[in-house]
């Protein structure tokens, strides 16, 4: 039963990050450094989903410190987001990955990988209670409403997820980080600008 006090969920938060360093629910930890759990505040208004930890976050043990994350921070700092007033997690907590000589190359997590992992985002959910999610990518739209759904189609759009909390939709950081053409790239970084504006408003409602 989820507790009802903030201090209460406080403590029941670092107990499931707790409970989930040791998880074996799928085969992802055997070859990961450590579970890369969620960050933030307990009350947080607005929880952000990513898709898993990349290699610099599978070394640091926290989501969202790569070349992504700081992108993500600087358009949140911009728009004017209190990052105090947020949580970060990811859809899978333990990075995927392909060897490639010394270089261990992402790899995306498939659809049993991410019904796992829904354990610690189900709880994450439960016990911060957001007014919002956001889905920053197709792998967090699986993890949050649970069907596959190609981003260009329902970018933007709030749907609801499993547990009946309403999810925006938008592109991962990364996406941004990985157009070629800089006008498409300054064009794009707008959109999930005004993105994170729609995500402001929400987190006030
Ligand atoms: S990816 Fe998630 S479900 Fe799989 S072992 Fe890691 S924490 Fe557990």
Known sequence: MVADTPEARLGTLQQVREDARVCTRCDLYRNATQTV???GESGARALFVGEQPGDQEDVAGRPFVGPAGRLFDKILEEVGIDRTKTYVTNAVKHFKFEPRGKRRIHSKPNAGEIRACRWWLDR????????????LGATAVRALVGKSMAITKVRGSIMESIEGVPVLITVHPSFLLRIPDEADRRRERER??????????????
Do not use: C, Q, W, Y
């Not at 994450?124 to 889905?135: F, G, M, Q, T």
């Not at 999930?192 to 409602?205: I, N, P, Q, S, Y």
């Open 192 to 205: 999930f600008a005004a993105d994170m504006h729609k995500v402001k408003t929400l987190m006030k409602e």
């Open 37 to 39: 759990f969620g960050e």
């Open 124 to 135: 994450e959910l439960a016990l911060i209670r957001p007014n919002i999610a956001v889905a």
